[in-house]
Every structure is written in structure tokens, then in C-alpha cells.
């Protein structure tokens, strides 16, 4: 798999996967990541932005369906949301770890 770094908002699925990743699943790694840094909303925007069902976006993340050429655009949006919330959790847990350090 390739990376999103500095890819900005929009991710083409061919800058991020390999010919070899299609019709495999996602590698583990990357779904623990998804699941942690996703919501079952970003799965539904997701799956209309994409034309994809919210179950075959389920599916591939939670490796029980492989990734396509078909189902990759949508993998990449769920990726680049996932990258987004990731910033936004550490923002969040910063600012915890300061409330909570002054009580």
C-alpha cells in the first residue's frame, strides 16, 4: 500500500493501493485502524459519496469481504476520514489530559 501523506482531501484508491492489494482483504494493521478511527457515520457518508453499499464498506474493513477496484474509492474516502479523526482524537485527548490534570 502506497501513502496519503500530503495527498490533501481527495484520495485516488491507485495512489494508495497496489494492483496486488485487490481481491485480498485490507491487511490487518489497517483495519484496526479504520475501525478506531471511523464511525458507523462515516461509513454511511461514505457509502453514498462512493456509490457503495454501508455493508460491502463494512465488509471490507471488517475483512470478511476483499477489496475491489470497485469498493476502493470508498475504502480511500473511509481512509482519509479515519487520517482526519485520528487528529482530531489526539486534539481531544490533549485537552482531556489537561482537565483532568487540573482538578
Known amino acids: 500500500m502506497g501513502s496519503i501523506k500530503g495527498l490533501g482531501p481527495f484520495l485516488k484508491s491507485e495512489l ?21 478511527n471511523t464511525s458507523k457515520n462515516d461509513f454511511a457518508n461514505i457509502a453514498i ?3 457503495v453499499s454501508f455493508s460491502t464498506i463494512r ?3 471488517y475483512r470478511t ?4 477496484k470497485l469498493n476502493a474509492n470508498a475504502i480511500s474516502l473511509l481512509v482519509h476520514a479515519a487520517f ?4 482530531a482524537y489526539k486534539l481531544q485527548a490533549e485537552w482531556d489530559i489537561l482537565y483532568l490534570g487540573n482538578l
Open 16 to 36: 494508495i493501493f497496489k494492483e496486488e492489494d485487490y481481491v485480498k482483504h485490507i491487511n490487518e494493521r489497517l483495519s484496526k485502524v479504520l475501525r478506531r
Open 49 to 51: 459519496q462512493g456509490n
Open 59 to 61: 465488509d471490507v474493513v
Open 65 to 68: 469481504n476483499s477489496l475491489t
Open 84 to 87: 482526519g479523526n485520528s487528529f
